[in-house]
T-cell receptor, first 115, second 111 residues
């Protein structure tokens, strides 16, 4: 199993450009989420989804959009990148019920630099 | 405002020593407290977790101690090894499953 796959691993953008970070999981997890990791701030939740067609905001949603059209995919869109969005982004998923509930499986991360 | 406060920010321990990381929370609705371990260039991975109905959980050299009345929990790494050098995050969640992470502790184990 591939687990959680994130692409791209690295990206450099100019201020104002748009882009999409891709996230796919092959574990049939209902719950998917995006976090950003910044030094001294830990991991902060951006958006999350508990199933196809359902999304909600996390702690730091401004400047980001998400959609969940399938169980497997949960892309994160930056519509107009800003330098404050320079960060490492992690996608994570978990089942909602059962023994694995709340046990997040993380992707390897996407490092984004906005100039 | 972080709902889970973690300390210290970093620590250095000699091989064979004990590493202790502390976390505190305010939200009494939290009912699941995991610890994640992250190596450079990798995503975090679950290390060990505890629920508030127990005061201690041990898995190998890793132990969580939980104090519900003080709203504090800690990770102890016994007999620390160089391979334990990583960043450790405590976290907490309520029944909605949205994990709130601490700021992280970078642990360096010297040979």
């Amino acid at each position: 199993n591939a687990g959680v796959t994130q692409t791209p691993k690295f990206q450099v953008l100019k201020t104002g450009q748009s882009m999409t970070l891709q996230c796919a999981q092959d574990m049939n997890h209902e719950y998917m989420s995006w976090y950003r990791q910044d030094p001294g701030m830990g991991l902060r939740l951006i958006h999350y989804s508990v199933g196809a067609g359902i999304t909600d905001q996390g702690e730091v949603p401004n400047g980001y959009n998400v959609s969940r059209s399938t169980t497997e995919d949960f892309p994160l869109r930056l519509l107009s990148a800003a330098p404050s969005q320079t960060s490492v982004y992690f996608c994570a998923s978990s089942p909602i019920t059962g023994a694995g509930a709340n046990v997040l499986t993380f992707g390897a991360g996407s490092r984004l630099t906005v100039l | 405002q972080q709902q889970v406060k973690q300390s210290p920010q970093s620590l250095i321990v000699q091989k064979g020593g004990i590493s202790i990381i502390n976390c505190a929370y305010e939200n009494t609705a939290f009912d699941y407290f995991p610890w994640y371990q992250q190596f450079p260039g990798k995503g975090p991975a679950l290390l060990i977790a505890i629920r508030p109905d127990v005061s201690e959980k041990k898995e190998g050299r890793f132990t969580i101690s939980f104090n519900k009345s003080a709203k504090q929990f800690s990770l102890h790494i016994m007999d620390s090894q160089p391979g334990d050098s990583a960043t450790y995050f405590c976290a907490a969640t309520d029944s909605w499953g949205k994990l709130q992470f601490g700021a992280g502790t970078q642990v360096v184990v010297t040979p």
